[in-house]
């Protein structure tokens, strides 16, 4: 038996007592990787072995701390031998050590998105686990005492608490306070003899948590100076409920967390719209123009031709970039739930409703930019509650009497002609022309030239490196069918298209055999040939250039050199 197995029935009360805590599932492995305790997914494995090759391999090799932020994709992954089957979304090894010895790894893992962003946000607080658990072990394995036990795990499982950057409340069966950590008590200034829960929050609050009969999530509320998300977790004992553990987080912290870990992966700028005609550069450059401003913008354009990338581009542009950007698409969601959405619901609204309540996205977005896709598809009795809440820049959640005061910068799409829809009366037209102070139109991929070659080129080098193969570009006869295709799903089909060639592709450049199997003949473009298309393309090129440059010869002289060409070339192709 080893060390850790002996004293197992301690072990699984401590990673319990933190797992009701943390909401983060908790394993320990011995030096033969078999699993002594665990708690979630893990407690169906304990007995078990862990995977050869594993991080938890490596820490008890290393001894060192690991946090793996992408498991199977992280080095450390490579050789796990559970690799393929990992559902795992972040994982901390953490090793214990007894007498200079590498004795067993703590693990912790994250299952969900909601445990995911609580490992990352206090990945420094669980680090500090490795110290504060080896004292744990070392004491239990040096004194197993059951009386001088009870006290040890007690007053080490309350440093553990301390460690933590949320407030830790635990109450008795009574609701009166039992214990606190540092955190809560140094945030709210609680004195110490306080044993009312009502002196430490306010009477509203405990209403919602009974509400909740003390067991789920309520917030966020306010309490003193902050704003807190409280989550509530009852103790059993005995199958009998013994108290309750409250856990105080941060609101404000949790947004800024959020919105770092989004910017990370969702950031997009102007330098992402792609493209050197004319009608794509006109477009980028009313974009850059209004990003700066509050005005609301209107982007139309068919399917697939990248209004969410303008919207997110004219969002990180702007005063709001530090803020959240949030998308809802008005045609995807059933009319009876539009309204829920968007001004979000009371406790009790409907059936089937939260029973906490919900914000909808005008609250959620309050300081960032909402995006409204396919506007033209909301229901037209939504139109009037969303010109109200756009004019007078407050809503009332379904069930609610209080108004709240909301100010997102919209930003809307459509694919449909919406002008035309507000002179028939399918859209109102006072909604019309509050949404639609700045319209840009997003050009169809048929009529930006030479840019399918372009785009087509950022794909190839994208999905080359997504499936592992190296690419010099597209055959001729490929570029040619590229170009006379009329791409009636425009960019987003552009972009499935060649995916589709590189996975059939094995040479070093995609050619038209890879990708007119996924081509319709009936829509390729035979009017125009290939020097036609090249006229074209250098007529808009050279057009935009000099209107950047200047018409004076000296500016001329430059763009010459800059095409690479003879300043006399350049004049005949400009005569």
Do not use: W
Request: net charge negative; aromatic share 8%; with cysteine.
């Amino acid at each position: 038996m080893s060390l850790l197995n002996s004293i197992r029935s301690e072990l699984q009360h401590i990673v319990e007592a933190m797992y009701s805590v943390t909401n983060v599932d908790i394993t320990i492995v011995d030096q033969e990787l078999k699993r002594v305790v665990g708690t979630g997914v893990h407690g169906n494995a304990i007995g078990m072995l862990a995977p050869l090759n594993s991080a938890f391999h490596k820490c008890i090799t290393t001894g060192e701390q690991y946090l793996i932020e992408k498991p199977r994709e992280e080095s450390i992954c490579i050789d796990c031998e559970n690799r393929e089957n990992c559902v795992e979304l972040v994982e901390i090894c953490l090793p214990i050590d007894y007498n200079g010895e590498i004795i067993g790894v703590l693990g912790l893992c994250a299952f969900d998105e909601i445990a995911r962003n609580n490992l990352l946000t206090n990945t420094d607080g669980y680090r500090t686990f490795e110290n504060q658990l080896t004292g744990i072990i070392n004491t239990m394995l040096k004194e197993k005492d059951y009386g001088q036990m009870l006290e040890y795990r007690s007053n080490e499982m309350f440093t553990l608490i301390n460690s933590l950057n949320e407030g830790i409340v635990v109450l008795d069966k009574n609701q009166r306070i039992a214990t606190m950590n540092s955190y809560i008590q140094d945030k709210l200034n609680i004195k110490d003899n306080a044993t009312g829960l009502s002196e430490i929050i306010p009477e509203s609050v405990i209403i919602q948590l009974s509400e909740t009969d003390f067991s789920g999530e309520i917030g966020p509320v306010s309490i003193g100076n902050d704003n807190y998300i409280i989550q509530s977790n009852p103790i059993e004992g005995n199958n009998l409920q013994q108290g309750y553990i409250l856990i105080f987080s941060d609101f404000n912290k949790m947004k800024k967390s959020v919105l770092k870990s989004q910017k990370v992966k969702d950031i997009v700028t102007f330098d992402h719209i792609l493209g050197e005609s004319e009608s794509i550069k006109s477009a980028r450059r009313q974009a850059i123009q209004v990003a700066e401003s509050e005005a609301s913008v209107m982007i139309m354009g068919e399917t697939g031709t990248g209004k969410e990338v303008f919207a997110r581009a004219i969002h990180h542009a702007g005063k709001r970039s530090d803020q959240v950007f949030m998308a809802l698409n008005c045609g995807a969601i059933p009319e009876n739930l539009i309204e829920s959405e968007l001004f979000g619901y009371e406790q009790g609204s409907f059936t089937g409703a939260n029973k906490t309540g919900r914000q909808g996205y005008f609250e959620a977005a309050t300081k960032g930019t909402l995006f409204l896709d396919e506007i033209g598809e909301l229901p037209y009795l939504m139109q009037v509650k969303l010109l109200r809440a756009l004019e007078e820049k407050e809503i009332t959640r379904i069930g609610g009497h209080k108004g709240i005061k909301v100010n997102p910068r919209i930003i809307s799409a459509t694919h449909r002609n919406i002008d035309t829809m507000a002179r028939e009366g399918t859209f109102r037209e006072d909604l019309f022309y509050r949404l639609n102070i700045v319209p840009i139109q997003i050009p169809p991929l048929r009529d930006r030239g030479y840019d399918v070659l372009i785009l087509g080129k950022y794909f190839l080098e994208h999905f080359g490196k997504v499936y592992g193969k190296e690419f010099i570009g597209f055959s001729q006869d490929a570029e040619n069918l590229l170009l006379k295709y009329r791409f009636p799903g425009n960019i987003r089909e552009l972009k499935n298209l060649i995916e589709y060639a590189v996975i059939f592709s094995d040479g070093s450049k995609v050619t038209a055999e890879h990708i007119k199997g996924k081509i319709p003949i009936n829509l390729l473009d035979e009017s125009r040939t290939l020097t036609e298309l090249t006229r074209e393309y250098e007529r808009e090129l050279i057009s935009s250039r000099i209107q950047m440059l200047g018409e004076g010869v000296e500016s001329k002289k430059i763009l010459a050199k800059k095409l690479g060409i003879s300043l006399a070339t350049l004049y005949r192709k400009l005569d």
